[in-house]
């Protein structure tokens, strides 16, 4: 079976610091893709930062870094130098199997005091 | 932004009903998906199409249908509405293997 754990229900970070919000996963299939999406309080999903299974770094976009674990299972969010902007939920997927089945965790809210 | 539009945004519905959710792509894409979205829950998938007339469940599909006759449209049917089904509703398309999701802008639908 397939599964997302995002264990940090909220959390709380002081501007201008990183932060780090966790993600571990488990499939036994090889070939998966690990996603990061935000979600402000509007509503809509905004894509962040991919890793592929096989990937041998680790993905970054901006302010946005995965720290991919492969043996520990794991794909974790950082964000550099947090805006106020930043404060949304924060949601782990997984893409697995044949036909591309994409599997989200339950999220992680994230909010920035200045 | 990905050219993915849900019909209707909002919807209110009796206890019972059918209600039918639309979601059309005009990206041409072969990938779909239907979610809800609940507090404490996450994105849970109701249903994914990996091409035309071919769909399969995902976790929580008990009490929805879909279809997929061509490859820009995604219909989710609520067969008979139940308070339980009270959720915001996303759908989801991809282009293939190693791509991201795009989504559209929800539809909060509410069973009374």
């Known amino acids: 079976a397939q599964k997302i754990t995002q264990t940090q229900p909220g959390m709380f970070v002081q501007e201008k610091e990183a932060v780090t919000l966790d993600c571990t996963y488990d499939?036994?299939?090889?070939?998966?893709?690990l996603f990061w999406y935000k979600q402000p309080s509007s509503g809509e999903m905004i894509f962040l930062i991919y890793q592929g299974s096989y990937d041998q770094q680790n993905a970054t976009e901006g302010r946005y870094s995965l720290n991919f674990q492969k043996a520990r299972k794991s794909a974790n969010l950082v964000i550099s130098a947090s805006q106020l902007g930043d404060s949304a939920m924060y949601f782990c997927?997984?893409?697995?199997?044949?036909?591309?089945?994409?599997?989200f965790g339950s999220g992680t809210k994230l909010n920035v005091k200045p | 932004d990905a050219g993915i539009t849900q019909s209707p945004r909002h919807k209110v519905t009796e206890t019972g009903t059918p209600v039918t959710l639309r979601c059309h792509q005009t990206?041409?894409?072969?990938?779909m998906y239907w979610y809800r979205q609940d507090p404490g829950h996450g994105l849970r998938l109701i249903h994914y199409s990996y091409g035309v007339k071919d769909t399969d469940k995902g976790e929580v599909s008990d009490g929805y249908s879909v279809s997929r006759s061509k490859t820009e449209d995604f219909l989710l049917t609520l067969e008979s509405a139940t308070s339980s089904q009270t959720s915001v509703y996303f759908c989801?398309?991809?282009?293939?293997?190693?791509?991201?999701?795009?989504f559209g802008q929800g539809t909060r639908l509410t069973v009374v």
């Open positions: 989801a398309i991809r282009a293939q293997l190693n791509t991201e999701a795009f």
């Open positions: 997927a997984m893409r697995v199997g044949n036909f591309n089945k994409f599997y």
């Open positions: 990206e041409n894409h072969r990938y």
């Open positions: 499939t036994s299939d090889p070939s998966y893709g």
